[in-house]
């Protein structure tokens, strides 16, 4: 015989927000298993709650045969399965929690090196093509003034070709030259390249910054697929950089990129583990917690069991309520 009890009551909600609870730690861990995917850690975090709330509510209805029949009943399976949910949500809880305490830290350094390498970068080219069109209009100038004097054949050969690449018509008539317009028509040319590689260069150095800030204020939702991508962000910025030095005129050198791509593996639970163990009495602490007041429903619904250990006809039998 069953009491008469709500359908949906205020254990039940005790139980949803443990659950809700129990999604927020497996969604951040799986995003960290995951790199970052949103769909694959909703959905399991989903699935997963979905047979919590399915498990509990099959437990309830089927309490009153589990307690006459002794807990010998199949419905017992339904406790190994919630155990063994409960070990599979230990994985994640733990590896969110070894991240927070063990492992941010290192990772907020190694991004702050890392990217503190591209903020450099903006600086690094307009110094560089600021020397380099001072020593182009220089260098430019000089042989200019030389060739008029001289008319060497080396000379005109030197200004007609790279980097100066001046019109061999306007050489053959070397007295006619005006030095100034003919060195800042040069000049004018490549310093609106250099204005609109700075200002490439410098959109790439914003988002070096607001790479950084995430990491700095370890925005949860962005921060795994951002330490993803680190490594390849800055390769790519430094590649893109080299490539704007490149149509300088004269110095053309490359930067070169002085980095340790190791990463931490926080998308590998045993890897992680390794390099920094976790104190593992505190997430089984939380899932043991999480998971007494998630079965809470469970414990408190109340079903009565009549016993008749007396063999008397008329001794009445005793009520163990459950």
């Not at 609109?196 to 204020?217: C, G, P, T, Y």
Request: no cysteine; glycine share 2%; aromatic share 12%.
């Amino acid at each position: 015989m069953e009491f008469k009890q709500d359908n949906f009551a205020f254990v039940d909600v005790v139980s949803l927000i443990f659950l809700v609870i129990l999604f927020i730690g497996n969604f951040f861990g799986l995003l960290y298993f995951t790199e970052g995917s949103f769909a694959i850690s909703i959905a399991i975090s989903t699935l997963v709650v979905v047979l919590y709330y399915a498990i509990i509510q099959v437990l309830k209805k089927s309490k009153q045969t589990i307690v006459t029949k002794r807990y010998k009943t199949p419905a017992m399976a339904l406790f190994a399965i919630f155990i063994a949910l409960a070990i599979g949500s230990l994985i994640p809880l733990t590896h969110v929690i070894n991240i927070e305490t063990n492992v941010k830290p290192k990772i907020q350094a190694e991004a702050a090196d890392k990217i503190g390498k591209v903020t450099e970068l903006s600086k690094i080219y307009e110094n560089r093509a600021h020397t380099d069109l001072q020593n182009y209009e220089g260098e430019l100038t000089n042989k200019l003034k030389v060739y008029i004097h001289t008319k060497q054949p080396f000379l005109k050969k030197q200004l007609s070709a790279l980097p100066y690449n001046i019109d061999i018509q306007t050489l053959a008539s070397p007295q006619f030259i005006d030095v100034d317009n003919l060195v800042a028509s040069k000049l004018t040319a490549i310093r609106k390249k250099v204005q609109e590689n700075q200002s490439e260069i410098d959109s790439v150095v914003d988002e070096a910054h607001k790479n950084l800030e995430r990491f700095d204020s370890w925005s949860r939702l962005k921060v795994a697929a951002e330490y993803k991508k680190l490594n390849q962000f800055v390769w790519s910025s430094y590649e893109l950089v080299n490539n704007k030095l490149a149509d300088l005129p004269l110095n053309k050198e490359k930067i070169p990129l002085m980095m340790n791509p190791t990463q931490v593996p926080i998308n590998q639970f045993f890897s992680l583990n390794k390099i920094y163990p976790p104190n593992w009495l505190l997430p089984i602490i939380a899932v043991v917690v999480i998971h007494l007041f998630i079965l809470i429903p469970f414990f408190l619904y109340k079903v009565r069991v009549y016993v008749d250990n007396n063999p008397d006809e008329n001794s009445k039998p005793k009520v163990i309520e459950y």
